[in-house]
């Protein structure tokens, strides 16, 4: 039975009493975990680490932000053979190194003539050459490349990397989100794909002069795989795109859930990425944080702020970001917005 309450009456509601509400007294902490007196009693060892919340005070925890930073060029311009991890696990209190919490990134840097091993749990691997020459060899076979040149594993186990000159790489890999879930591939979710540099920038300027192309949100190129057409995306939790931002231009602003890293390919160091919370009635960023691009560094964009591009020079500018966007929108979880319609 509903017992109505007469609302201007101080008689507070009267219950049954049943052993639900005699189980004892116990108190809740900052963040609603319930301390209760009646721990001393657990009776078993599968009680040991459970925690009861609040409802209202941890129904939207407060996670760590994923910071606005520069991973700088500076980073793969040394005389040693490496890999430096852009690891930002400590801001994001993550159980391994991680750029964001689905993606690890690092450079990759070789010396000429000599190699470099790399190993990852990942189920999907992203290299993109941004200096160099030489190859790499899997378990699926050996892959030549050259500067420009981007190309994909699925998850396999030790990879070499052979340099023929003076070599940077932008390795970029989901293993943030498979250590996360404590787990190991059991199969490739693709097959392995080289995306030459020349057939890059040939598309790239296709596209670039198709009608209308200039009135579009963004001038790029997104890559594929054959086995990820669902999302059309280059793998099934991985996105990039090549951006061509010309002289004299800007991309207006657009936001999504995904985090972005974006890798500078060429620029003028005056080009910049304005970044922030909210716009005007204009549709124009309030308050905007300006990133300034400079070739051959990264940095991150963190998910759900509106950022847009500038390019106040004479020169023409590209960037590639790549993102968590498949993996996003395989979950329907994306939510692409522009500050005004996509093709207007």
């Not at 490496?82 to 750029?99: E, F, K, M, R, V």
Request: aromatic share 10%.
């Amino acid at each position: 039975m509903i017992q109505n309450i007469d609302q201007g009456s101080e008689q507070a509601p009267s219950f049954h009493k049943s052993p639900f509400l005699e189980l004892g007294s116990s108190t809740r902490d900052e963040r609603g975990r319930v301390i209760s007196d009646l721990q001393s009693n657990s009776t078993t060892q599968w009680e040991a680490n459970t925690i009861y919340y609040e409802f209202s005070v941890a129904v939207a925890p407060k996670l760590p932000k994923i910071p606005c930073i520069t991973f700088d060029r500076e980073l793969h311009q040394q005389e040693t053979t490496a890999i430096i991890p852009l690891d930002l696990s400590p801001q994001l209190q993550s159980i391994a190194p991680a750029t964001t919490p689905v993606i690890s990134a690092y450079f990759l840097h070789i010396c000429p003539q000599e190699s470099l091993k790399t190993n990852s749990l990942a189920t999907a691997q992203l290299f993109y050459v941004i200096r160099g020459r030489g190859k790499t060899e899997s378990e699926y076979g050996t892959m030549e490349w050259s500067k420009g040149d981007l190309f994909t594993l699925p998850s396999c186990g030790e990879v070499i990397h052979s340099s023929s000159e003076d070599t940077a790489i932008y390795w970029v890999t989901d293993a943030a989100l498979v250590n996360y879930l404590g787990v190991r591939p059991t199969k490739p979710r693709f097959q392995p794909c080289l995306y030459p540099g020349d057939r890059i920038f040939s598309e790239l300027k296709q596209i670039a002069q198709e009608p209308g192309a200039s009135k579009r949100n963004r001038i790029g190129v997104l890559f594929g795989n054959k086995a990820t057409q669902l999302t059309c995306s280059l793998t099934h939790t991985l996105w990039a795109l090549m951006v061509y931002l010309p002289g004299g231009t800007e991309q207006k602003p657009h936001r999504h859930n995904s985090v972005a890293l974006d890798l500078v390919i060429d620029a003028p160091e005056s080009a910049y990425t304005l970044v922030g919370k909210s716009l005007d009635a204009e549709g124009k960023i309030v308050n905007g944080e300006r990133i300034y691009w400079k070739s051959g560094s990264v940095f991150v964009t963190p998910p759900g702020l509106w950022h847009s591009h500038h390019n106040d020079s004479d020169r023409d500018a590209f960037i590639l970001p790549i993102q968590d966007a498949a993996f996003q929108s395989y979950m329907r979880t994306l939510n692409q917005r522009w500050s005004y319609t996509l093709n207007g």
